[in-house]
């Protein structure tokens, strides 16, 4: 089965005579002093339980608005020239180049006999969507993203193939926004269907077992006619030639104001799967029986709904649904729940909770693949139906798998291996024999060889040990002198295990070594290592980050002035507060898309609610003190030196808004108390990443690497 995968106030004008677009001074280089673009400042206070917080640039939250528009264009005007004129920058970008020219694919998905996957020949700005009739046939392009637009930044966003492989069901995102528009093309001729679905964001559509109509969650409309999603979403059935406009309403949650939903048709078509989601550990699970012609048959029963854990449905036998859940079991495990009132009384354990945690599981060939994670490294295992282990999966080395999709009556699946000097390879698994062959492997243009990645362990402000994948040369010597880039991003149940980056190799051959810290918030260690990083424990995610920059600096891996930072979205949200609360531990800082603004970031839309399971909400009086000591916005102090900054995002990033790195930018200019510079890289035509055409991603990640290689005062 294939599974889907957040105040009282016055606003008063003030400064309104200074001018938001100043010609900026631009300097040759990052040592020179930036004279910054004028922003002006405005009388808005907000109040939080009895505390006043200013809140001058709240104006730059009007996206779209000319006033904005000018500003993104000055800041852009002063960025776009210094770091063009970074004398390493035109050889970064042609060792980017060079690297990324390399063919590559992704895991196969097989329906009705037919296998569809991505694949690019190397520099093609989108990867294109191929079917062949058989593992060994000659494939065939079934779907170009790069015939979409000129600029290549219309993307493919998902695709499902139907049950009976006949018709593909494909998704589109126009210049990065998480906005889909759904269309259906027919395999044999390549050519689309008249149906199309609007107002979808983040979730896949779910076929019916006869492969005549589709379960699919979409937002409420506004009175202009586009999508609501301050909104809930609702599950609607669209049968294929129908109007979206006639598509039968099936669902939608009546007893709770932001809990959204979303379908899933269980192998063989009998039942439809309804899930609620408020957040990474509060998730239910309701369903309908359906009938031969997939329409529900029968009511909605409510089988899961004590929102006191995750709960994810991965398969259904003989009227048991199989269900992988952190209920009572931190590390995860999988129960087996009768498909009726009141099943979860009757439930079982199939699979009992290890020591290492269980991050996903699938049914397939009637066996269960499970994928677990061991000081952040994969491990995989095949048991059978009542849970006994059979074998464990032979991977290529110590680093990250994915994949495992299929059916439950599939006899074989496929799977990603990577790390941080492998690119992803793909292998088939034959699950009756557990034999793995190789299905495609990629070559590169690198001596990847000359590296070596070590994994280490640091204590971190409370005595946590925490791990952190080291990679560099393997001559390197521990004199301090070498850059380093520290990444990390500690949330949302996310692990950061090992894998390979174009953008990380190129910082190797700059001369650079590249660290990973699996800082709590993570799924690393289950659970309780991404309880132990959420709302009045946050900090803790800052502490890890920040013992990890003091290890390498004391282990003489590097030294303060060759120290950079980097992170993005909830990593973005990392830099920021560690940047703020240590500026002097830095050599130079890149915050990229990041939360930044935590009073106010729930008010974006009905997803960035959902992070309130991460982050709390400043409606409630702890959680507003615990976010306002390390909001990033809010802890910019006057006069304090900064180490150089590159804050980027992207103009139509509408999961992460950009007026997160506006406003955070604003602050950091105003306050600078030293010629470090702080500059705003702001993409337009692109969002928060997914489906960035190549082009656009080698010059976002040349200036980055040219802003750091003069920041570092690096020699490449």
Avoid at 71 to 90: D, F, K, T, Y
Avoid at 263 to 284: A, C, H, K
Avoid at 505 to 517: I, K, S, T
């Amino acid at each position: 089965m294939k599974r889907t995968l957040c105040v009282s106030w016055v606003l008063l004008p003030m400064l309104t005579s200074m001018a938001i677009v100043a010609a900026p001074t631009v300097p040759q280089t990052t040592d020179a002093i930036v004279a910054y673009p004028s922003t002006k400042r405005v009388e808005h206070v907000d109040t939080y339980h009895g505390v006043r917080v200013d809140d001058s640039y709240r104006w730059l939250e009007a996206i779209g608005t000319p006033d904005v528009a000018k500003w993104v264009e000055a800041q852009n005007g002063l960025s776009q020239p210094i770091l063009e004129a970074i004398p390493a920058r035109e050889k970064i970008k042609q060792r980017l180049t060079q690297l990324w020219n390399y063919e590559r694919y992704d895991v196969p998905v097989k329906r009705g006999g037919r296998y569809f996957y991505l694949r690019n020949d190397g520099l093609q700005n989108q990867s294109v969507l191929y079917v062949a009739e058989s593992l060994d046939a000659s494939p065939r392009v079934l779907l170009d993203p790069n015939n979409f637009s000129g600029d290549a930044t219309v993307a493919l966003g998902e695709f499902v193939p139907s049950p009976d492989g006949k018709l593909l069901a494909y998704s589109l995102s126009d210049g990065g926004t998480d906005w889909r528009t759904w269309h259906v093309r027919d395999v044999a001729t390549g050519k689309d269907l008249a149906d199309e679905l609007r107002f979808m964001k983040f979730r896949e559509v779910a076929w019916t077992a006869d492969s005549k109509a589709m379960y699919y969650a979409r937002y409420p409309l506004r009175a202009d006619g586009t999508g609501d999603d301050s909104k809930q979403t609702s599950i609607y059935l669209h049968r294929l030639g129908d109007q979206q406009s006639a598509d039968r309403h099936i669902f939608s949650v009546t007893d709770h104001a932001t809990r959204a939903t979303y379908p899933q048709v269980t192998d063989g078509g009998r039942y439809l799967i309804i899930n609620l989601y408020d957040g990474s550990q509060e998730t239910g699970i309701y369903f309908q029986k359906l009938g031969a012609d997939g329409a529900p048959s029968g009511p909605v029963v409510r089988l899961i709904d004590t929102f006191d854990a995750n709960y994810d449905v991965i398969a259904e036998i003989d009227d048991v649904l199989y269900v992988h859940t952190t209920r009572g079991a931190p590390n995860a495990r999988v129960i087996a729940v009768p498909a009726e009132t009141g099943g979860m009384s009757k439930a079982r354990d199939v699979i009992a909770e290890k020591d290492v945690a269980l991050l996903d599981v699938a049914v397939i060939g009637n066996r269960f693949v499970g994928q677990y994670i061991k000081d952040a490294y994969s491990l995989v295992t095949v048991s059978d139906l009542k849970g006994k282990q059979l074998y464990d999966v032979k991977l290529p080395g110590y680093g990250q798998v994915g994949g495992f999709e299929g059916d439950v009556k599939d006899t074989e699946t496929f799977f990603v291996y990577t790390d941080f000097l492998t690119p992803a390879s793909i292998s088939r698994l034959d699950v009756a024999s557990g034999k793995t062959s190789l299905f495609r492997a990629p070559k590169i243009q690198a001596q990847t060889d000359r590296y070596v990645t070590e994994q280490v362990f640091f204590r971190s402000k409370d005595g946590t040990r925490v791990p952190m994948f080291i990679t560099h040369r393997r001559d390197l010597v521990k004199d301090g002198k070498a850059p380093l880039m520290l990444y990390g991003y500690g949330g949302f149940n996310i692990a950061q295990q090992p894998g390979f980056s174009v953008p990380a190799l190129v910082w190797l051959e700059m001369g650079g070594v590249y660290a990973v810290a699996n800082l709590r918030g993570g799924s690393e260690y289950g659970e309780a290592w991404h309880s132990a990083g959420t709302k009045l424990q946050k900090q803790n995610v800052f502490d890890d980050f920040i013992g990890a920059a003091e290890w390498l600096i004391e282990q003489k891996y590097t030294s303060t002035p060759k120290l950079a930072v980097r992170g993005r979205s909830n990593g973005g949200l990392l830099v920021g507060a560690v940047m703020t609360q240590r500026p002097d531990l830095f050599g130079a800082a890149l915050p990229g898309v990041g939360v930044l603004d935590m009073l106010r970031y729930h008010t974006a839309s009905a997803n960035a609610r959902h992070w309130s399971t991460d982050y709390g909400l400043s409606e409630n009086a702890d959680e507003f003190k615990a976010q306002y000591a390390y909001s990033p916005v809010h802890n910019v102090k006057q006069g304090t030196c900064y180490p150089p900054t590159l804050v980027t995002t992207a103009d139509r990033d509408d999961r992460v808004v950009p007026w997160h790195s506006y406003k955070f930018t604003a602050e950091l200019q105003r306050a600078q108390g030293c010629k470090n510079p702080i500059l705003l890289r702001v993409e337009t035509r692109a969002g928060h990443g997914a489906g960035k055409p190549v082009w656009m991603q080698i010059e976002d990640w040349a200036d980055q690497w040219a802003f750091l290689n003069t920041a570092l005062k690096m020699s490449y």
